[in-house]
């Protein structure tokens, strides 16, 4: 999971090159905007879940997306793999009888 914001001031960054003994500066107009939050969750099969809000992610906002996003998905893959394994045991089991 990983969490993605971006404003006006993304492209503003804290750091630059300049010359030796010189500051880097780069003179902006400072515009606080709006911002949006982007939370998805991604898995070997690519993203399984994604919200996008305005404003800055909360711990319970957060909370509530991995909860009823992430878990319930982990365990409906859970009960899937669960009733498919002794499916996959047995048709082993056969191969290896046959030979």
Same mark, same amino acid.
């Given at each position: 999971?990983?969490?993605?914001?971006?404003?006006?001031?993304?492209?503003?960054?804290?750091?630059?090159?300049?010359?030796?003994?010189?500051f880097a500066i780069?003179?902006?107009?400072?515009?606080?905007g709006v911002r949006?939050? &982007?939370?998805?969750?991604? /898995? !070997?099969?690519?993203? +399984?879940?994604?919200? #996008?809000?305005?404003?800055?992610?909360?711990?319970? *906002?957060?909370?509530?997306?991995? &909860?009823?996003?992430?878990? /319930? !998905?982990?365990?409906? +893959?859970?009960?899937? #793999?669960?009733?498919?394994?002794?499916?996959?045991? *047995?048709?082993?089991?056969?191969i290896r009888f046959?030979?």
């Amino acid at each position: 999971m990983d969490e993605v914001s971006k404003d006006e001031r993304t492209l503003s960054r804290g750091y630059g090159y300049s010359l030796k003994n010189t500051f880097a500066i780069k003179k902006n107009v400072f515009v606080r905007g709006v911002r949006y939050t &982007i939370l998805p969750a991604f /898995s !070997l099969q690519g993203i +399984i879940a994604v919200d #996008i809000m305005e404003g800055s992610c909360i711990k319970e *906002i957060f909370k509530n997306f991995v &909860i009823s996003n992430v878990v /319930s !998905l982990g365990i409906v +893959i859970i009960i899937i #793999i669960l009733l498919i394994l002794p499916v996959i045991f *047995i048709f082993f089991s056969c191969i290896r009888f046959l030979k």
